[in-house]
């Protein structure tokens, strides 16, 4: 079974300054990938990023950044300069790989990090 | 990246009366739709999983004859919630993953408030 644990339940920030997400999770299985997704108040989620199992290379999007530690099972996401738009709850995610496509596998989901940036 | 649409994104009925939900995939054939329900400041409870042309996959505790759900093409599957009381109101979301990349996406989620 899998097990995603974020153990920050909310964080509040003032704008312009950073916030790392925590994510921590458990599997047996040696393939899987690894998700974030954003949910602002509207309450659609928002894929943000993924990370497969072999690739620990960290990755920078605009001031998102991921950190993916195989060795602490650890995939932490980091906001630099935060904005107010970068409210919302934050869900980190696992998903065993699949041996054919990708459609059938269920996604585990954390409990979710409500990130308020404060103006 | 692939783009799901769920209808309505707003729902009030009154208590005993059905309501369904529509989730499309628009630019993508999806074989296995998700569907959660989401109560106020907490995670996503998986409640079934969908799959086109056959029996949805309910998880334990989910009431397959309230939560009736159909997938009859690879674009649409429906949720209909039956009877539905108070305690049904909730945020439910769906979810399709296109079976070429490995991220699910996700509807814009229907609230149903059962008065």
């Known amino acids: 079974a899998q097990k995603v644990t974020q153990a920050q339940t909310e964080i509040s920030v003032v704008e312009k300054e950073d916030v790392t997400l925590d994510c921590v999770y458990e599997t047996r299985d040696t393939t899987y990938y690894l998700f974030w997704y954003k949910q602002p108040p509207s309450g659609e989620l928002v894929f943000l990023i993924r990370r497969n199992s072999f690739d620990e290379q960290n990755e920078i999007s605009g001031r998102y950044s991921w950190n993916f530690q195989k060795s602490t099972s650890s995939f932490n996401f980091t906001i630099t300069a935060s904005q107010v738009v970068d409210s919302a709850v934050y869900f980190c995610?696992?998903?065993?790989?699949?041996?054919?496509?990708?459609?059938?596998?269920?996604?585990?989901f954390g409990t979710g990090t409500r990130l308020t940036i404060i103006p | 990246g692939a783009v799901v649409s769920q209808h309505p994104s707003w729902v009030i009925c009154k208590s005993g009366t059905s309501v369904k939900i529509e989730c499309r995939s628009l630019?993508?054939?999806?074989?296995?739709m998700f569907w959660y329900r989401q109560f106020p400041k907490q995670s996503l409870m998986l409640m079934a999983t969908?799959?086109?042309?056959?029996?949805?996959?309910?998880e334990q505790g989910v009431e397959k004859d309230k939560f009736l759900i159909n997938h009859a093409s690879l674009t649409l599957s429906t949720l209909t919630v039956t009877s539905a009381h108070p305690e049904d109101s909730s945020f439910y979301i769906c979810?399709?993953?296109?079976?070429?990349?490995?991220?699910?996406?996700f509807g814009q989620g229907t609230r149903l408030t059962v008065v």
């Open positions: 969908s799959n086109e042309g056959s029996k949805a996959t309910y």
């Open positions: 979810s399709a993953r296109d079976k070429e990349v490995p991220e699910a996406f």
């Open positions: 995610a696992l998903s065993v790989y699949g041996v054919s496509n990708f459609g059938n596998e269920k996604l585990t």
């Open positions: 630019d993508f054939q999806a074989t296995t």
